[in-house]
Structures are given as structure tokens and as C-alpha cells.
């Protein structure tokens, strides 16, 4: 079986699917690596580094020609479906749920769709492979540093002959994989750091971190399936909002985590709560997309201030902005699925299997995850309008 490495083409993405370590592995595996020229630049990868671990560096054009499983980070292109041939597999990032067209798209072409973000995330053997969680620990990390560069004060309480600087107060929104990341290197800098999430067992681990866990008298609790938050209802999210908004004016800077699901990132911060913060404020909002993020105002890609003098940072693709780690953990993500899902030289699609049942999206022609193909199916338009509360970017 031959794996090819594709160069990424998103807009700002520099990591790469494969590292050359990964390479020797794969090929002891029995699995052949082309890598597409220049894949790993945007990484600090040479092609001369993947050619000495083993593989073929290939033209795009040969890549698409030879490899029987394309491995990328993100979504390929649309253009990208119509040069991949029936019986391909492509492994990466799909965001089938975001993007159930390019889904529909991958089955009439006859290729088989396999996204690591439907991986089942609670099952111990899966944590390996899990890069959702590798990739939000990556942007946690970032996000930290991001608002501790972009604020015009210390982090840490800093004593010196020319004076006293006050440690900096850092409220984390949404403590799941990421906000945890976030909290403990705003620790590690020296910020006094809270933490907030509306799943009640993140309390522990936050405190674990040695942040403050902030409970909101109203108690909005939205536990949901899978370790994941469900969507808050109209009226809790009003009275969760109503009620950060007090406590996020006593901070300095804000990271905002919360996701949920399949639906645009939760409104956390509203524009009243930052009108009501102090000038040389950061708010991070990790959660930034063109549907709207967790900070109102925030803009993907985009760092804008506000008249009050709140910096917003609209940090929608952290990861990519640390290529080579986050490649690291990619590909020890994206190897592991590849070589669980490989038996006698060949892809074995089996969507029995609890693992399979989640990741494979497309085969055989016909979208076989039943969440995908809810949404790949076009619905009629319900009378009166279409429906405007899709899936978040
Ligand atoms: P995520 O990226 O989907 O969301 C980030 C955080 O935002 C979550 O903690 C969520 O509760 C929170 N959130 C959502 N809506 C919110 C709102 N309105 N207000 C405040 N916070 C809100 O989550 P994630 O980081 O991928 O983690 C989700 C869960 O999966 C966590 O419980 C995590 O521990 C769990 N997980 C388990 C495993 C495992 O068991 N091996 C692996 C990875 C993650």
C-alpha cells in the first residue's frame, strides 16, 4: 500500500500530516510513503529529510496517480475531489459535519473518507490517535502565549528596584483540552489564572492546575453526551452571559475555548462585558469564525481594538502557527489510525468496528456515517425560510 503525504494548501497552514520519523514506521509496516515536494517546508521538514527516512518525494500530479491512502491535515480543497480516483482513501481533518458537501462529494467520486475528528474520544485505545485533543493542546499552549505577547504588562508578579508590577489575572472560558492547556501555561508565566466551563466535572481539573474554578450563582450546568457540553438554551445562555460579564471585567486577559459540537462556538463574552473592561485588556478568542466566535467582534485571522481599547484576537488556527510540534503529534496521530486500519498491506474497512464506525465518513459511493449523511442528504426547506442555525466553521 502506498500512503502520499499532501503539501497543504489552506491559507496560512504550515503543518504537514507526516513527519519524517513516521516514515521508517510505516514503512515497517509495510507501507510505502510518497510525500508530495515541499510538504513538510512550511515545517522546517526538508524533502532531503523524508527521502533519507525512506520515502518518495512526488510531484502532486504523481501523488494523486499513485497513492492509495492521501493523507492531509485539513480538508482538501474542492478542487482536490475531482483529481482523486475511485477506490482512494483520504485520512485527515475532514469537519464532516461542518462540511457534509465535501462529504457527498468524496462518495459520488468513490473515495473513501476517513476523518480524525470522529474519533471516538472516550475509549482508552484511542487516545493515541486522538488529534483533536493533540492539536487543542498545541493551541492552548498558544493561546497563553499569544495574549501574554500581546499584553502590555508582566504576567508574573515581578519585584525590582523599579518597583512592583502586579501579576496579571487570566480568565480561561471553556476548560476542555485546550482551556486546560491555556491555564497551565498562563500558571507556568506567573498569572493569577480562573478557570470556567459549563461542564461541572472541569471544577477538579481546573483546581488540579491551581487556578480558581468560577461558579456562577446560577448554577448553568450542560453536561451533554461524550464528555462534550450540550448547546445552553436561549435562556441560559442569557443568564450565563449576564453573569461572566462581571467577572470578566475584573480580568486582564480572557481566553476563550468553548466549542460544542457541530454548532458555532457559544457567545461567552458579550459586547457589554467588553465595554466593561479596562483598557490594555486581551481577549484571545480561540473559538473565532466566520459564523462568529466566543468574543463578540472577534474576527478569524483578525486582531482588532476596540474604542475602548480591548484587544480581540481572533486566534482561529493556532496549531499552524507551531508547525513543527503540532505536525509531531499530528503524525503519531495519523500513522497510528493508518496502521490500526491496515491488515495484509491493505486498507480494511471494517465499520463494525467502534473505531471505524466513528472515523470512516464515506465508502463504497455512499456517505456510511449516519451524522454526515443526516446532513449530506439536502432537506427540503422547511416552509417560511431555510434553516439558519447550522454547524459552526
Ligand atoms: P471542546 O473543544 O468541544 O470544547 C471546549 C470546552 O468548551 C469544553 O470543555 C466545553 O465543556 C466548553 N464549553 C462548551 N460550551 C460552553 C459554554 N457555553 N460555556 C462554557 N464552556 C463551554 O472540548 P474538548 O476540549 O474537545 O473536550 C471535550 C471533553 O472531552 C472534555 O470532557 C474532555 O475531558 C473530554 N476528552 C476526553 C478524552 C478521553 O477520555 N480520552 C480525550 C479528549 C477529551
Known sequence: MKAGVLKETAPGERRVALVPDAVA????????????????????????????????????????????????????PADVVGLLRPG?????????????????ALAAQGVTAISLDRMPRTLTRTQ??????????VAGYKAALVAAAEFGRFF???????????????????????????????????????????????????????????????GVSAAGEGGYARELTAEERQVQQD??????????????????????????????????????????????????GNASGSRPGETVVTGNGIT?????NLPASMPTAASNAYSRNISTLLAYMTADGALAIDTSDEIQA?????????????DVAALATPRPEPEGGADVDGPGD
Open 128 to 137: 493515541p490517535m486522538d488529534a483533536l485533543s493533540s492539536q487543542a493542546n
Open 243 to 292: 453573569e461572566l460579564a462581571g467577572h470578566i471585567a475584573r480580568h486582564d486577559v480572557v481566553i476563550t475555548t468553548a466549542q460544542v459540537p457541530g454548532r458555532r462556538p457559544p457567545l461567552l463574552v458579550t459586547e457589554d462585558a467588553i465595554k466593561a473592561m479596562t483598557a490594555g485588556s486581551v481577549i484571545v478568542d480561540m473559538g473565532a469564525s466566520t459564523l462568529g
Open 312 to 316: 480581540i484576537i481572533g486566534a482561529d
Open 88 to 104: 482512494q482513501a483520504v485520512i485527515g481533518m475532514l469537519a464532516p459535519l461542518v462540511h457534509p458537501e465535501l462529504a457527498a
Open 25 to 76: 514506521k510505516l514503512r515497517a509496516a509495510g507501507i510505502e510513503v510518497l510525500v508530495e515536494r515541499g510538504a513538510g517546508e512550511g515545517a522546517w521538514l526538508s524533502d532531503s529529510l523524508y527521502a533519507d527516512a525512506g520515502a518518495t518525494i512526488v510531484s502532486a500530479a504523481e501523488l494523486y496517480r499513485d497513492a492509495d491512502v492521501v493523507l492531509t491535515v485539513t480538508k482538501p
Open 358 to 370: 466513528g472515523v470512516v465518513i464515506t465508502h463504497d459511493g455512499r456517505v456510511v456515517n449516519e
Open 156 to 218: 508574573p508578579l515581578l519585584i525590582t528596584a523599579a518597583g512592583t508590577a502586579r501579576p496579571a489575572k487570566v480568565l480561561v472560558l471553556g476548560a476542555g483540552v485546550a482551556g486546560l492547556q491555556a491555564i497551565g501555561t498562563a500558571r507556568r508565566l506567573g498569572a493569577v489564572v480562573s478557570g470556567y466551563d459549563v461542564r461541572p466535572a472541569s471544577k477538579t481539573e481546573v483546581e488540579s492546575l491551581g487556578a480558581t474554578f468560577i461558579e456562577l450563582t446560577a
